[in-house]
Structures are given as structure tokens and as C-alpha cells.
């Protein structure tokens, strides 16, 4: 069973950056990987995603041009790069993935088998 942990949630000001970590028990070369949010009372949201091999990437309208996804192999690690940060950001953050899907990725939750247990991110002054 791949395991997923989530860091680097904090509380930051708007306009700042964070960068979250999402650290896995084994390999993520074979694994299409997303990254998703839930602020209280909604419901979760995907926030971005890339496939198996990195060949394509998702990001939400809502984030698109402030975040970015990558991935180190080596360290089993994927990242979440945040910036231009705003309130409405507040969220908890959660990694996913999926080892069976090959080629292309999606920003839904309902593909992805394993998860992480979430870090907080809020953004306030």
C-alpha cells in the first residue's frame, strides 16, 4: 500500500509563498499524482495534477500561473509550489495518487486510490 505525507502547511500572509511536500513509502515514477484542497465547508477541489512520466500537467483556473507541480524521482517526493497567495487559498492540502493510470492525468478525486492525510495551508494577515 503506497503511503502518502503531506508538509509544509503553514499560515502565511497573502502575497506570500509556500511550498508544500508530498512524501511517498515507495517510487512515484509510476504514479500519476494530484494535488487537491478543502476549505471548511466545501467540498474538496483539485488544485493540479501530472501524469505518469510528467508529460502533462493540470492546474485549476483558480490557480493557474501561481502554483506549480513537480517532483523529485530520487526523493520519492512530489511538490506543490505556491505563490501570489490569497485568502481564499485557505485550505486543507491533499496529495494523491494513482499507479495504474498511464498517459494522462485528471484533476477529479474520484480516480486516485491512495491519498495523503493533509496539511493546512491558511492564508491570512
Known amino acids: 500500500q503506497l503511503q502518502l505525507v503531506e508538509s509544509g502547511g503553514a499560515l502565511v500572509q497573502p502575497g506570500g509563498s509556500l511550498r508544500l511536500s508530498c512524501a511517498a513509502s515507495a517510487s512515484l515514477d509510476y504514479a500519476t499524482i494530484g494535488w487537491f484542497r478543502q476549505a471548511p465547508g466545501k467540498e474538496r477541489e483539485g488544485v493540479s495534477c501530472f501524469s505518469k512520466g510528467g508529460g502533462i500537467t493540470k492546474y485549476a483556473d483558480s490557480v493557474k500561473g501561481r502554483f506549480t507541480i513537480s517532483r523529485d524521482n530520487a526523493k520519492n517526493t512530489v511538490y506543490l509550489q505556491m505563490e501570489s497567495l490569497k485568502p481564499e487559498d485557505t485550505a486543507v492540502y491533499y496529495c494523491?495518487?494513482?499507479?495504474?493510470?498511464?498517459?494522462?492525468?485528471?484533476?477529479?478525486?474520484?480516480?486516485?486510490?491512495?491519498w495523503g492525510q493533509g496539511t493546512q495551508v491558511t492564508v491570512s494577515s
Open positions: 494523491a495518487a494513482n499507479t495504474a493510470l498511464v498517459g494522462w492525468c485528471a484533476i477529479v478525486s474520484d480516480i486516485y486510490n491512495h
